[in-house]
């Protein structure tokens, strides 16, 4: 079985401030790793994922994600946030045997101007 | 580039009335994944085809059922709507290849409202 843990339903950080949302998997096969941000009445748009290969994985909007298969964890970074950056994060996981996407409960990210 | 395409995008009805979703992928995807997200809630999956046959379900009421046509589009039917089948429903779809890293890509969402 696979489940998606994000710790922190809210994380308010200041503009220009270093963004860290945390996601941790469990996972009995091999993961793949996405995350997804959902502005306010809108859909899912994907930032980024692992699936093999370099574990630094680089995505939309200056954020990047590092797998790191000892902690099982998924954090996402971005180096200075902007105030576009408010939205809702989603960390999810799906695998070779089982191809839905397993969710996190997401995190709001707050942009304090 | 052509992305996933819901209808309709808003939909009120009654409690007991019957619904129909529909979700038109991106060309050549052959997959199609169903979510419900609840308000406050993460997506939670329904049920998703690969190449017209359902290959996975989820958590899907069995007021609920769902198929995709030969053209690879995909409609969510729903009877008997209870108050709680109010939430926002997407659909995703992906080039399968057999595999479960290929990305899903989502719909804008259709929000149902039931009074």
């Known amino acids: 079985a696979q489940s998606v843990t994000q710790l922190g339903s809210h994380v308010s950080v200041s503009e220009g401030a270093l963004v860290l949302l945390r996601c941790n998997y469990s996972?009995?096969?091999?993961?793949?790793l996405f995350w997804y941000v959902q502005y306010p009445n809108q859909g899912l748009q994907l930032l980024l994922k692992?699936?093999?290969?370099a574990t630094l994985v680089k995505g939309i909007n200056g954020f990047e994600a590092e797998f790191k298969k000892s902690e099982t964890s998924f954090h996402l970074t971005k180096p200075s946030a902007h105030m576009s950056d408010a939205a809702e994060y989603f960390c999810?996981?799906?695998?070779?045997?089982?191809?839905?996407?397993?969710w996190g409960a997401g995190t709001k990210l707050i942009i304090k101007p | 580039a052509a992305g996933v395409i819901q209808s309709p995008r808003h939909l009120i009805k009654e409690k007991r009335e019957t619904a129909t979703l529909k979700c038109y992928p991106i060309?050549?995807?052959?997959?199609v994944y169903w979510y419900q997200q609840g308000p406050g809630q993460d997506p939670q999956f329904l049920i998703s085809?690969?190449?017209?046959?359902?290959?996975d379900k989820g958590s899907i009421p069995d007021r609920f059922s769902a198929q995709q046509f030969s053209d690879y589009h995909s409609e969510l039917n729903m009877s008997s709507l209870e108050l709680g089948d109010s939430a926002l429903y997407f659909c995703?779809?992906?080039?399968?290849?057999?595999?479960?890293?290929?990305?899903?890509?989502f719909g804008p969402g259709t929000r149902l409202l039931v009074l």
């Open positions: 999810a996981v799906s695998s070779d045997s089982n191809y839905q996407l397993i």
């Open positions: 692992y699936t093999t290969g």
């Open positions: 996972s009995s096969v091999p993961p793949y």
């Open positions: 085809f690969y190449e017209k046959m359902q290959s």
């Open positions: 060309p050549r995807h052959d997959t």
């Open positions: 995703a779809s992906s080039f399968q290849s057999g595999r479960g890293l290929e990305t899903q890509y």
